[in-house]
C-alpha cells in the first residue's frame, strides 16, 4: 500500500509524544494534542501543537503576557515542518521541522520559526536559533475556548496558517513556488 502522504506519516510518528500509558498517565491531558496538514501547491504544511482551553481565564496580556516569548500552545512545543522551500510572511525559509514561537502584542505579533525544537516551553529560548522573525496585526474574532489552527484562503502558491484562541486570530501568509 502506497502512503498518500508519507511526510505527514513519518511526522506523526515522531512528533507525537508518546501515548498517557507510555508516560505512566492514564488521565487524558487539559491541552490535547492536534496535528493539522495543509498541502500548499505541492508542498506539504504540517503543525503539530498542545491545545490549551480558555477555562473562564484572561488569556492574552495575563496568562500569555505581552512582549514575551511563548511556545504558542501547551506542552511540548508547537512545531511546523514545510517539505519544501517556502516564505513566511515573504520571508525565505528552508524545508525543514521549526519550533513555533510567537511574542504577542495588543497590536502586533511576532512569529518566529527557530531550530530548536526539543525545548519544553519557552523557558531556555535562545534568539540565536531564529531562522526567522515576522510581525503580523492580530484580528478580533469569534471566542474560541480551546486553541485551534487552521489554513485559509489557500491558492496553489500560498496559504494562510491561522492560531485562534479566545477572541484573537493571528494570520500568518505561508508561500511556496515561484
Same mark, same amino acid.
Given at each position: 500500500?502506497?502512503?498518500?502522504?508519507?511526510?505527514?506519516?513519518?511526522?506523526?510518528?515522531?512528533?507525537?509524544?508518546?501515548?498517557?500509558?507510555?508516560?505512566?498517565?492514564?488521565?487524558?491531558?487539559?491541552?490535547?494534542?492536534? #496535528?493539522? /496538514?495543509?498541502?500548499? /501547491?505541492?508542498?506539504?504544511?504540517?503543525? +503539530?501543537?498542545?491545545?490549551?482551553?480558555?477555562?473562564?481565564?484572561?488569556?492574552?496580556?495575563?496568562? #500569555?503576557?505581552?512582549?514575551?516569548?511563548?511556545?504558542?500552545?501547551?506542552?511540548?512545543?508547537?512545531?511546523?515542518?514545510?517539505?519544501?522551500?517556502?516564505?513566511?510572511? /515573504?520571508?525565505?525559509?528552508?524545508? /525543514?521541522?521549526?519550533?513555533?514561537?510567537?511574542?504577542?502584542?495588543?497590536?502586533?505579533? +511576532?512569529?518566529?520559526?527557530?531550530?530548536?525544537?526539543?525545548?519544553?516551553?519557552?523557558?531556555?529560548?535562545?534568539?540565536?536559533?531564529?531562522?526567522?522573525?515576522?510581525?503580523? +496585526?492580530?484580528?478580533?474574532?469569534?471566542?474560541?475556548?480551546?486553541?485551534?489552527?487552521?489554513?485559509?484562503?489557500? +491558492?496553489?502558491?500560498?496559504?494562510?496558517?491561522?492560531?485562534?484562541?479566545?477572541?484573537?486570530?493571528?494570520?500568518?501568509?505561508?508561500? #511556496?513556488?515561484?
Amino acid at each position: 500500500m502506497k502512503l498518500r502522504y508519507p511526510l505527514l506519516a513519518l511526522l506523526l510518528l515522531i512528533a507525537l509524544p508518546a501515548t498517557a500509558q507510555e508516560r505512566g498517565n492514564d488521565e487524558p491531558r487539559q491541552s490535547p494534542n492536534a #496535528v493539522v /496538514g495543509q498541502t500548499i /501547491g505541492t508542498t506539504e504544511v504540517t503543525v +503539530t501543537y498542545g491545545r490549551p482551553s480558555v477555562r473562564d481565564r484572561d488569556i492574552f496580556g495575563a496568562l #500569555v503576557p505581552y512582549g514575551e516569548v511563548w511556545r504558542t500552545g501547551a506542552n511540548e512545543p508547537t512545531v511546523i515542518t514545510f517539505s519544501d522551500d517556502v516564505t513566511v510572511e /515573504g520571508e525565505a525559509v528552508s524545508a /525543514g521541522t521549526y519550533a513555533f514561537f510567537t511574542i504577542p502584542g495588543d497590536d502586533a505579533w +511576532t512569529i518566529i520559526l527557530s531550530t530548536d525544537t526539543a525545548q519544553w516551553g519557552a523557558m531556555a529560548y535562545d534568539e540565536g536559533k531564529d531562522v526567522v522573525r515576522v510581525t503580523v +496585526t492580530p484580528t478580533e474574532g469569534d471566542d474560541m475556548e480551546m486553541m485551534t489552527i487552521t489554513f485559509e484562503d489557500v +491558492t496553489p502558491t500560498e496559504g494562510t496558517l491561522v492560531l485562534h484562541w479566545d477572541e484573537t486570530r493571528v494570520p500568518v501568509r505561508i508561500g #511556496v513556488g515561484s
